[in-house]
């Protein structure tokens, strides 16, 4: 079997995303690189992949998608474990488990990421990519709402092992690409401050797709 293939370059966050889920079930799967430079994300064979000319682009056989949350619950479904244990999406015979991964993976999307992310963009992202200044008034904003949402994930932590329960799952994993390049800007003691959480992401660090994933981005945002 041919091994499925993802589109962008691997330190991108959202292709990070759907390549922690690959690693996590063992698939077998390539990178396929794409130049922004070169604005290969605009051609033609990568807009009939992905219309919006954004990145990822994921291909299976026959079946092509894009958007990274929705590519991440593919690999799950197609590789999910026999064991439900293991389950990352707990889509099995339990309801309450797979809702809460559901609640927390809204949660990700809807309150963490878009608190966390524009830290970022301003401290490491914009000044790399474009030569930007870092606008220190989006940081502190962003960083105000992102206290109030680790103080819900501080009393959330504080009572489970991880954000659906004492079961790792896509929830956790969605929260993996732009926290590590949080770590990597002057805020990251913020975590301090929140010692579940800090636990929690720790833990999550110490998984070997996160360590392997953790390593190609480092090494990319310094290249």
């Keep these: 079997m041919a091994p499925v293939k993802v589109f962008g370059p691997a330190m991108s966050t959202n292709v990070a995303r759907v390549l922690v889920c690959l690693e996590e079930v063992g698939a077998e799967y390539e990178v396929v690189n794409i130049d922004f430079q070169a604005k290969e994300h605009k051609s033609p064979e990568h807009l009939a992949r992905n219309p919006f000319g954004q990145i990822p682009a994921f291909q299976d056989g026959d079946v092509?998608?894009?958007?990274?949350?929705?590519?991440?619950?593919?690999?799950?479904?197609?590789?999910?474990?026999?064991?439900?244990?293991?389950?990352?999406?707990?889509?099995?015979?339990?309801?309450r488990e797979a809702a809460m991964v559901d609640v927390w993976t809204e949660v990700e999307a809807h309150q963490y990421n878009p608190a966390l992310s524009p830290v970022v963009y301003e401290c490491l992202i914009n000044p790399a990519m474009c030569g930007a200044p870092t606008n220190q008034k989006v940081v502190e904003e962003s960083l105000e709402k992102l206290r109030k949402v680790l103080d819900v994930y501080e009393a959330r932590l504080s009572k489970t092992k991880y954000l659906a329960g004492d079961f790792l799952s896509f929830a956790d994993l969605n929260h993996f690409p732009y926290t590590f390049y949080f770590m990597a800007t002057p805020h990251a003691p913020l975590f301090d401050s929140y010692p579940h959480v800090k636990a929690w992401w720790e833990s999550l660090m110490a998984r070997p797709s996160m360590k392997k994933l953790g390593a190609t981005m480092a090494a990319g945002a310094k290249a």
């Design 64 to 95: 092509v998608l894009f958007e990274s949350r929705a590519i991440s619950k593919y690999v799950l479904r197609k590789y999910k474990s026999p064991d439900p244990d293991h389950d990352l999406l707990r889509e099995g015979n339990n309801l």
